[in-house]
């Protein structure tokens, strides 16, 4: 299984997985790190994945010069539309991210990924993450933002490709196809060329109704 997961077009087809509004964790990101002795419409910032656009427009409405580039056609029109609507203005392609990042060398202060990386096998990922620092100016901020393994989608998963890739069955993120989990090992190797990390966190949410689990990787790295 190679790069973008068809499945994501389909489910934006019926309204489903089209977050609307911003997660707090972006913002907190992009306002900690973002280079404050340049004026923040000289600040581009790149999200992975974009989806729909929900935290971007949040940050264009603050100022900063956005793109997002996401595989879902559907997901991208609905960006383009928020931002039309609001009158804003932000850069959004329709492209598999597995593949060339199409944006220049250096280019960006700040690159997100909200739980996009994520979605495609270790190997696709590393490729991405390179591509990533390729984009970013040295010095700039990469939020990124997996799985973790102690997760209830990854651990009650019949079908699994690899120890890392796995078909979401049941828990809280089930029905979003295939996505790979990453223990502390796969994190820490995936960005030890050319990064310094400066924040590494996992996170799990305990449902003590249904008793799942949701956890997360929130990494911050900064290119060299």
């Given amino acids: 299984m190679k790069g973008f997961q068809q499945l994501w077009e389909e489910l934006r087809k019926e309204g489903k997985q089209t977050a609307r509004y911003p997660y707090d964790k972006v913002i907190s990101f992009v306002f900690r790190y973002y280079p404050r002795q340049k004026e923040r419409s000289e600040v581009r910032i790149l999200e992975v994945g974009c989806g729909a656009g929900n935290n971007l427009w949040a940050l264009a409405m603050e100022g900063f010069r956005v793109y997002g580039i996401d595989g879902s056609e559907t997901a991208i029109?609905?960006?383009e539309d928020t931002f039309e609507k609001l009158g804003l203005q932000g850069e959004f392609t329709v492209g598999d991210f597995?593949?060339?990042l199409p944006y220049p060398d250096n280019f960006f202060d700040l690159v997100i990924d909200r739980g996009s990386i994520t979605c495609v096998d270790y190997e696709e990922a590393r490729r991405v993450v390179s591509e990533v620092r390729r984009v970013l100016k040295r010095g700039g901020y990469f939020f990124f933002n997996p799985y973790a393994r102690t997760h209830t989608s990854y651990t009650t998963s019949s079908h699994k490709l690899n120890e890392r890739f796995v078909l979401t069955e049941r828990g809280p993120i089930a029905g979003t196809g295939y996505v790979c989990f990453y223990n502390k090992e796969d994190v820490t190797e995936i960005i030890k060329e050319g990064w310094e990390i400066l924040?590494?966190?996992e996170l799990s949410l305990v449902n003590h109704i249904?008793?799942?689990v949701h956890s997360e990787w929130e990494v911050?790295?900064?290119k060299l």
């Fill in 77 to 79: 029109s609905m960006a």
């Fill in 98 to 100: 597995t593949s060339q």
């Fill in 199 to 201: 924040e590494l966190k």
């Fill in 210 to 212: 249904d008793g799942n």
């Fill in 220 to 222: 911050v790295v900064r």
